[in-house]
């Protein structure tokens, strides 16, 4: 009788080690992807469109935070994008320039006009010149420039600011870039820029805390901005985007030619080389 019971237990008892091991398995494998030694996943605090970023993971740490990990897609132009309208521009000369930008232009990518003494330099005056085309309320835009800034510290670059508020997609994007041009009309874009960049927009009173906060004479951007002393200035931005064939956002130039490559460390540093 004993012979008889013993095979079914032995079986029984190997399926139920089988069993264990699936499950052992199992947890490794998701505790070696969530962990610094596996993916690398992102733990970056989600910012909410008002209030505070919820509270990071203790998970593991944000290896985005190394400029060096950074990507914008992995092929193309992949991360760059024209989205299509949701909203009518307040002002009638922005909206005028997005409808003919959205148009395109025939013209082959080429940047128009020429970096110069007019637009906002960063770096020094030796090295490649790349110019960027942003809107501050698209993501892609904030990362590109924190790239690009990451990069100028180790390499000499001069880099080219330029404005494509989609004003038409966002009701934040026309008065970042024009927080911008107050704050650099006091010697402080890019301290502006840097910082928005870093904490990304949320509402237009919080914008203006912080262009206030970083310069001189806070009434004064506040009175400019109120007044729109700057749009026509961004409105000339939109139309040079035009006549550049800038075709999505952020667009890059690398001494005057259009780069459509990957938005990272090793693509861009092997066009500026």
Not at 22 to 41: D, E, N, P, Q, W
Not at 84 to 104: D, Q
Not at 165 to 193: C, K, M, R
Request: aromatic residues 6%; negative net charge; glycine residues 8%.
């Amino acid at each position: 009788m004993s012979g008889l019971v013993a095979p079914p237990l032995a079986l029984a008892g190997g399926s139920l080690i089988f069993l264990i091991f699936l499950i052992v398995f199992f947890f490794a494998l998701v505790f070696g992807y969530y962990t610094r030694k596996g993916s690398g996943i992102s733990q970056t605090p989600y910012r909410r469109e008002s209030g505070p970023p919820e509270s990071p993971s203790e998970l593991t740490h944000d290896i985005t935070d190394d400029v060096r990990n950074w990507e914008r897609g992995t092929a193309g132009s992949h991360g760059r994008h024209r989205p299509a309208t949701a909203r009518e521009p307040a002002e009638p000369e922005v909206a005028e320039a997005l409808r003919e930008w959205r148009e395109g232009s025939t013209a082959a990518p080429h940047l128009e006009p020429a970096v110069s003494a007019a637009d906002h330099l960063y770096g020094p005056g030796s090295g490649a010149t790349v110019a960027i085309y942003v809107d501050l309320a698209s993501k892609p835009c904030r990362d590109a420039w924190r790239l690009l800034a990451g990069l100028a510290e180790q390499r000499s670059l001069r880099i080219a600011v330029r404005h494509l508020p989609l004003d038409d997609v966002h009701e934040l994007s026309l008065p970042a870039a024009e927080a911008l041009e107050a704050a650099g009309a006091q010697g402080e874009f890019f301290a502006l820029l840097d910082e928005l960049a870093r904490t990304g927009l949320s509402d237009k009173a919080t914008l203006l805390d912080t262009a206030t906060r970083l310069v001189p004479d806070p009434d004064r951007l506040r009175l400019e901005v109120g007044d729109g002393r700057y749009r026509a200035m961004v409105v000339e931005h939109i139309h040079q985007a035009t006549a550049s064939g800038v075709h999505a956002i952020p667009a890059l130039y690398i001494d005057a030619a259009l780069y459509d490559g990957v938005l990272d460390v090793d693509g861009l540093t092997r066009a500026l080389t």
